[in-house]
């Protein structure tokens, strides 16, 4: 075939294609259909039965389902419903090529030695979806899900995980009454003073450091800034809930929990309380899955501000104001006790940035000690034009040589969205394997997780599910 005849097929339209519906399964060999979208989702079998993949619109919990979605999700059913895994997302107009020649592919679906390199390109164009066999050697088989228990089973898991939260929490997640928050913040406390998987600093308390054995599966968020909805979604999505209910998993939250950056809501500390309370919860039901590394608006600082609103006094006043100067001590306390630094065997990552001299681990398990080292933890940005005074490759390459890391080890921060329409961001400041996080967006949210042995870069789409969680009848609330 040649040149030209090559780029037409492979950016053939649907016009090219005869439009058929799938009522049962049909195989292509080295051809192409368009399949209409019919509410179903769709099995896809590449070359055997022990390849296959599904193919479901990406819906939000309260969406109608008769709305035809902006984008599908492609994932490993097996996976899916039994481990932390990864997904493809397919969007409107944008062409998706299967196939064993892309290695986060072969890491999410796990493909065997049936798959071709370039096995089977899928567009999902208008309302209708155009797979084209490229010409494999086992070729390709479509069905699609018809049973109500497969084309509602994403959003019902969901749903039945929203259902556990407001278990964990103990009823609507609302502000806790001042004796059940006091009680909480004194539990955390207690447990902090003891917490697991923190090296002992000089002073025989748990160390800055939080060293995760390799056993168990991070999950990694960035900055919440009292996006307490944003914490739920991740909840919700993937086997993440169920990974820190079985203890194979930990919750890591990169800093800044607290303090809204929405412009309207700055000044307003009831969501920084609320999520608190949450996370409180959390680390209650889960003490040894549930990590909260210091970030720099972790504090009641007078000097902590966004667009000149004073915010970390405006917490302190706040917190002092609704519980009380006991309750507010006791969050001082939980303060001083966090870590501000999360090692593993497949990253180590603060809130902001690596020191500007040179350390090595036993002086970041005593960073507590030194105010200096913590405040370019938790302050520092990269630098940019913006940002000239920021850390450069140099920065981080001293930093990794100082823990005894490959000049390639992956190091993660949160701290520092580069735009407002994004939300992880790979390789920054030109530096290799260095990636920035952020998960208080209100469009979507950041998670790195382990997949296959690698730390992999996952996007979920935001919805409010505080409401949804609020107005959970008794009856359908879940018991362990």
């Not at 917490?195 to 002073?203: A, D, K, L």
């Not at 309207?264 to 999520?275: T, V, Y």
Request: net charge negative; with cysteine.
């Amino acid at each position: 075939m040649g040149l030209f005849k090559k780029a037409r097929a492979f950016f053939s339209t649907s016009e090219d294609y005869a439009s058929v519906e799938i009522s049962d399964a049909k195989h292509l060999k080295g051809k192409g259909v368009k399949v209409p979208f019919q509410g179903f989702p769709f099995e896809i079998s590449l070359g055997s039965d022990t390849d296959k993949l599904h193919l479901f619109p990406e819906r939000l919990i309260k969406s109608s389902p008769e709305e035809t979605p902006s984008s599908f999700i492609l994932f490993n059913p097996e996976h899916f419903n039994s481990q932390i895994s990864g997904f493809i997302r397919i969007e409107r107009d944008k062409k998706l090529v299967l196939g064993r020649s892309d290695p986060d592919q072969t890491a999410f679906f796990s493909y065997s030695d049936r798959v071709n390199e370039r096995h089977l390109a899928i567009t999902y164009q208008g309302d209708a979806f155009i797979f084209q066999d490229l010409h494999s050697d086992a070729g390709t088989t479509l069905s699609a899900l018809k049973s109500p228990d497969q084309i509602s089973q994403i959003i019902h898991r969901q749903q039945e995980k929203l259902s556990r939260i407001r278990e964990i929490y103990g009823g609507p997640i609302l502000p806790l009454p001042l004796t059940e928050a006091q009680s909480d913040i004194e539990k955390v406390c207690r447990i902090m003073s003891q917490e697991v998987w923190r090296p002992q600093n000089s002073q025989g308390r748990p160390g800055a450091v939080v060293q995760l054995p390799d056993e168990i599966t991070p999950i990694l968020m960035g900055d919440l800034h009292a996006q307490l909805d944003n914490l739920i979604n991740v909840l919700c999505q993937n086997q993440f809930l169920e990974s820190l209910e079985n203890g194979t998993a930990c919750l890591i939250l990169l800093g800044d929990a607290v303090h809204s950056e929405i412009d309207d809501q700055m000044a307003d500390m009831s969501g920084s309380m609320l999520i608190m309370d949450f996370i409180f919860k959390l680390k209650i039901r889960f003490p040894n899955q549930i990590f909260h590394v210091r970030g720099n608006h972790d504090s009641f600082a007078p000097f902590v501000s966004k667009g000149g609103i004073p915010q970390g006094l405006l917490w302190e006043k706040h917190l002092t104001d609704e519980r009380g100067p006991q309750y507010k001590q006791a969050m001082e306390l939980y303060y001083d006790q966090l870590p501000y630094l999360v090692l593993t065997k497949d990253f180590f990552a603060c809130h902001a940035s690596p020191p500007s001299r040179n350390v090595n681990l036993e002086k970041l398990i005593d960073a507590s000690e030194d105010q200096g080292l913590t405040e370019q933890l938790i302050q520092n940005r990269v630098k940019q034009p913006r940002y000239p005074g920021g850390y450069t490759p140099r920065d981080v390459k001293r930093f990794r040589k100082g823990l005894g890391l490959e000049p390639s080890f992956p190091f993660i921060v949160a701290h520092n969205p580069l735009t407002d329409t994004e939300t992880l961001w790979l390789n920054v400041g030109k530096i290799e394997n260095h990636h920035i996080i952020f998960s208080a967006k209100p469009h979507s949210i950041g998670v790195f997780t382990r997949i296959s042995d690698e730390m992999i870069p996952l996007l979920y789409k935001t919805e409010p599910l505080l409401e949804v969680i609020n107005a959970l009848e008794p009856t359908e609330i879940y018991h362990d």
